[in-house]
């Protein structure tokens, strides 16, 4: 099982269709579980993140591997991934991505984590990042099952 817990909602209707589409295809390889969680309400960025982590950490079980997304994260192949992944279910069939809000993640949450990715250097919006995510996953299940996709 894959379990993702985002910061914020996505708004933008196309955006909600792609990820409807990954769900979609995912299904046929895993359960997927996405928890969307609001923005905090503060302006201060430590009180964001702290009570951003708070709702994250309420949401893992002890047992979840946790895998977050941070810049500054192990950057993988699709490939490397796929391996990373594999060698997670092995020791525990649930697995839970944290895409945390825009001023990142509390040292709680990063403490928590098993493990931490990078997809790049770049900023993306997190939105755009969930979409970016579920393909990456997508593609990780058809590599693993020797299916036409990756190239």
């Known amino acids: 099982m894959i379990k993702l817990i985002c910061v914020g909602k996505i708004k933008e209707k196309y955006l909600n269709e792609t990820i409807d589409e990954y769900k979609k295809r995912l299904s046929k390889?895993?359960?997927?579980?996405?928890?969307?969680?609001?923005?905090?309400?503060?302006?201060?960025?430590?009180?964001?993140?702290?009570?951003?982590?708070?709702?994250?950490?309420?949401?893992?079980?002890?047992?979840?591997?946790?895998?977050?997304?941070?810049?500054?994260?192990?950057e993988l192949s699709s490939v490397e991934l796929t391996t990373k992944l594999c060698s997670l279910e092995a020791m525990n069939s649930n697995i839970t991505f944290i895409i945390g809000g825009s001023y990142g993640l509390s040292e709680e949450v990063k403490k928590r984590a098993n493990y931490s990715i990078s997809f790049s250097k770049l900023t993306f919006p997190h939105q755009l990042f969930r979409v970016i995510l579920l393909e990456q996953l997508y593609r990780t299940y058809k590599i693993r099952n020797n299916e036409n996709y990756h190239k």
Not at 41 to 64: A, C, F, M, P, R
């Open 29 to 74: 390889y895993t359960k997927l579980d996405i928890i969307e969680l609001p923005d905090s309400s503060y302006n201060e960025i430590d009180k964001v993140k702290k009570e951003e982590g708070k709702l994250i950490l309420k949401h893992i079980k002890e047992t979840d591997n946790v895998i977050i997304l941070d810049i500054n994260g192990h």
